[in-house]
């Protein structure tokens, strides 16, 4: 089984940074996307940002310009760094992984997720 853990969520003012960490553990083979995803009250589950094995990123376009993620693979932990927080940013952040757990199998996990407030 593989664990995904995130930390660093909080209440930050607008205009303010977070950084979000997403720790991988378990039976670990390879990594192949980490994602974040948004879970505001009373809205869809959103991607946030993806990163692949290869470096190839995805970003939502409210977040691009603002928001950067990347990968520590010899931790099996990627990060979000979130700058420029508006309030339409809060919300629980979730990490997602397709995690190889063998060459030959792979599955989709997920955290508990990271509250994030920005209010003044």
């Known amino acids: 089984q593989v664990q995904l853990v995130e930390s660093g969520g909080g209440l930050v003012q607008p205009g303010g940074s977070l950084r979000l960490s997403c720790a991988a553990s378990?039976?670990?083979?390879?990594?192949?996307?980490m994602r974040w995803y948004r879970q505001a009250p009373g809205k869809q589950r959103e991607l946030v940002a993806g990163?692949?094995?290869?470096?190839?990123?995805d970003y939502a376009d409210s977040v691009k310009g603002r928001f950067t993620i990347s990968r520590d693979n010899a931790k099996n932990t990627a990060y979000l760094q979130m700058n420029s927080l508006k309030a339409e940013d809060a919300g629980v952040y979730l990490c997602n992984a397709n995690v190889w757990s063998t060459q030959y199998r792979s599955g989709d996990y997920w955290g508990q997720g990271t509250p994030v407030t920005v209010s003044e």
């Open positions: 990163l692949s094995s290869d470096g190839s990123t």
């Open positions: 378990g039976r670990i083979f390879s990594i192949n996307i």
